[in-house]
């Protein structure tokens, strides 16, 4: 199973959700990362980074932007606001049924991820107990498959 978590800037969100599912080793999962509005090889935000890492979690070094082959290549696309998912489904309309929030994926409400770019340690921790929460859904939900 592949699974793309999407952001707008590949530098916050969807790599720390990268990084805590990638943590879990599950076997026959393999993940990756990207942004809708970034640029290739922008490095992870500073406080992001910090959190991986006080976690030992792999992590993504460099951004990455959104691709058609890692749209045909994930088997669920998982974006951090609705915003997002529709903004895909728009530019790939053949893999809409495959795109959608990661909130609503794991069951939960419609709710969007909220962005900590430019914020403090504390508002980047926020960010990561909430992706931490829908990570371990994400996994009860997919086990090992």
């Not at 728009?90 to 069951?107: C, D, M, N, S």
Request: glycine share 6%; proline share 5%; charged share 20%.
């Amino acid at each position: 199973m592949n699974i793309l978590f999407v952001c707008t800037g590949n530098t916050c969100r969807s790599p720390m959700a990268e990084a805590i599912l990638r943590a879990k080793n599950l076997p026959g999962v393999n993940v990756q990362s990207a942004g809708i509005f970034t640029q290739d090889g922008m490095p992870m935000s500073e406080h992001a980074y910090k959190l991986v890492t006080a976690h030992h979690y792999p992590y993504t070094k460099h951004s990455q932007m959104v691709r058609p082959e890692l749209i045909q290549w994930a088997d669920h696309i998982l974006t951090m606001t609705q915003s997002h998912r529709n903004q895909l489904r728009q530019l790939y309309p053949e893999a809409r049924e495959r795109i959608e929030t990661l909130a609503a994926f794991v069951g939960g409400e419609e709710q969007d991820i909220q962005d900590p770019y430019g914020g403090t340690y504390d508002t980047y921790e926020t960010t990561f107990q909430q992706l931490t929460s829908y990570i371990e859904r994400l996994h009860q939900k997919i086990g090992g498959q």
